[in-house]
């Protein structure tokens, strides 16, 4: 049986409420004290009861990271394994722990209202949801507070961590043009999301301060994983473009497969460029060009910030990080 507070102070030769201040950390007691309570409670194996100090101080020290995207790509996504790791290295610092929940794209706004009403978590962070801005901005409206990973929308109610969307989107597609390409076909226009309006504006406007008419034909909705990226690639009866830039490194790869399949060598007969330099993305058969976002960082940023969110200290409401070109043999 479990040791309680009344067994240690029965060892110590204290009373219940003293092993309490002790264990609690509270200045109530001498420094003897203390050593006899933390021998006594050391000697029994005593491990506190989690659940009980999480209701007597009305906090759950449990953060929740909810995660929405198509189903094959919630464990297997490399972007996903950096981003947690970013994210549960800051928790741990704070003593916080970590959930992590998948939502499927098609119920993101009752599930995470689902989370947010559920009174497990001190407060819940959000990456992938693809719910139109007037959604999305409805779930800063709630008690329990939210910071976003990697989607913005201009609003004061918003909590986010980002990085350059546009910015980064501009200079992939300057790198591009100035190599020589002059027909950079664009995969990942998704008008709902504002990060992914970002990327696609950056590109769009590249093409035009270098006097290339964009064409609308030019630019393909996807939604940022190789599968969806890999059928419109291989869908193409002849490819008339010199270059594809994925807003994603995982639409790169299934771009990548598509044209090696169809015969095409990159870049010889077409350079491909992407967006995120996930993990081992160096080590493809021929290394991807890309945008490399500082994915660890984003996670740790936004863990921190809505660990002060929580705690109620003084913290940024809205932090970008800046991301470089990395350039390998794709383009």
């Not at 509270?26 to 989690?50: C, D, G, H």
Request: proline fraction near 3%.
């Amino acid at each position: 049986m479990a040791a309680t507070l009344k067994d240690i102070a029965k060892v110590a030769g204290v009373s219940a409420v003293t092993v309490s201040y002790v264990l609690n950390n509270k200045n109530r007691v001498s420094e003897a004290t203390k050593a006899k309570v933390m021998e006594a409670a050391k000697t029994l194996n005593y491990v506190p009861n989690r659940a009980a100090k999480m209701l007597a101080s009305k906090s759950t020290k449990h953060i929740c990271l909810v995660i929405s995207g198509p189903d094959y790509e919630y464990l297997t996504n490399p972007y996903i394994y950096k981003l947690v790791n970013g994210i549960g290295s800051s928790l741990n610092q704070h003593g916080y722990e970590l959930t992590l929940r998948m939502a499927k794209a098609d119920n993101e706004l009752a599930f995470i209202l689902g989370e947010l009403n559920s009174n497990l978590y001190d407060g819940v962070l959000i990456w992938g949801t693809r719910m139109p801005d007037d959604q999305f901005l409805s779930l800063f409206d709630h008690r329990v507070p939210i910071v976003s990973i990697a989607r913005d929308l201009q609003d004061e109610a918003v909590n986010a961590v980002l990085v350059e969307h546009y910015q980064s989107a501009y200079r992939m597609t300057q790198y591009l043009i100035d190599s020589g390409y002059r027909k950079i076909m664009f995969l990942g226009k998704l008008d709902v999301i504002k990060a992914a309006r970002d990327r696609f504006e950056g590109y769009r406007q590249a093409l035009l301060d270098n006097g290339i008419e964009y064409d609308e034909s030019w630019a393909y909705k996807a939604d940022y994983y190789q599968e969806d990226a890999y059928q419109i690639v291989s869908d193409m009866e002849e490819i008339r473009f010199d270059a594809v830039f994925a807003a994603s490194d995982l639409m790169a790869i299934g771009a990548m497969k598509a044209l090696l399949e169809k015969g095409l060598s990159i870049p010889k007969d077409i350079a491909v460029a992407g967006f995120d330099n996930i993990p081992n993305s160096d080590m493809l058969p021929v290394g991807l060009t890309t945008v490399d976002t500082p994915i660890f960082q984003l996670g740790s940023q936004a863990a921190t910030m809505l660990v002060n969110l929580i705690e109620e200290l003084d913290t940024e409401r809205r932090i970008e990080l800046g991301t470089e070109l990395m350039i390998r043999q794709s383009a």
